[in-house]
């Protein structure tokens, strides 16, 4: 019974509670900051008209259409102190993304983000719930002790490893669920929902009706089904990534990572280039490097700046 327990306690830590070294973490961190900061500028130039009282929508009217929404801008309206508030977000996902003061700055730029959803949901689609999640996610997890001006000052902390997991595991919620969504003959017997999805004028950049009716058959069919179980498989592959961890990372039990995660990079690429998704395809591939190991994040950050080095000599 003791040798049962201490294995159940060695995986338990290999799976969640072991501490290690934050490099992963903070890359991760920079990634998924740098796509919000990258969204978040987007909205210059129209803040005022979008949520306060220079919008059409307004005052109590706002919030009788969301009422269940939470947003600082149901209360401060003021073109001028709304843009404020804004401007004080845009600086603090500077200071979140390079990890000075991570702690508060991460909460106040959640908040800004809370409160222009809150404000004006109309803005936001589906895809733009994951960036509020790993936003979430984020805030919760001690991101600040790696590659951080934090991290600089007070020196680096190990974390545990549970902080990329739910990383992991959002991802996999919102692979397998979307996934188990795609019902219906154009996903299953057809196999003519890209297709579709491609000439649909709201989603589409290129209006090609006859290169993708040609596509359709060879490419776009299989592509669709391929879609179809990469992303209800995804779960299957996390399961197995986290028991490859727990036996220590075993020959006879394959690195699935480049496939499955490659073939994710390539499909969100395509999504990305043949069709309207805002920032969705650049925050899934950013949130890819939570499957990195911290070793793997650091020869990352060092041929990263070893290129940087380089370039600059």
Known sequence: MAELL????????????????????????????????????????????????????HGEYARLAFPSRFSLFFWIESPLLVQAIFAVGVVAHVLWLVGLWTVPSSIVAWLVWVSMVGRNPLLYSLPD???????????????????????????????PVWCRRILQLQLAAMYTATGLLKHGKTWHADGTALYYALLNPYNRHFDAPELFATLQPWVLRPMTWLVLVFEIGFAVFLALHALRDVLGRPRWLPDLRPIVLGFGVLMHLGIQSAMYVAWFSPLVIASYLAFLTPDEARRLVGWIGGRIRRRFR
């Open 129 to 159: 719930q994951l960036q509020m999640a790993m936003a979430t996610w984020l805030v919760c997890m001690p991101s600040g002790r790696g590659l951080s001006l934090d991290a600089r000052r007070r020196g680096s902390r190990p974390v």
């Open 6 to 57: 201490r294995r159940l306690d060695r995986a338990l830590g290999r799976v969640l509670l072991d501490p290690e070294d934050p490099t992963a973490l903070g890359l991760v961190r920079i990634a998924i900051v740098a796509v919000l900061t990258a969204s978040l500028l987007t909205h210059v130039g129209a803040v005022a008209e979008y949520f306060s009282s220079a919008s059409p929508l």
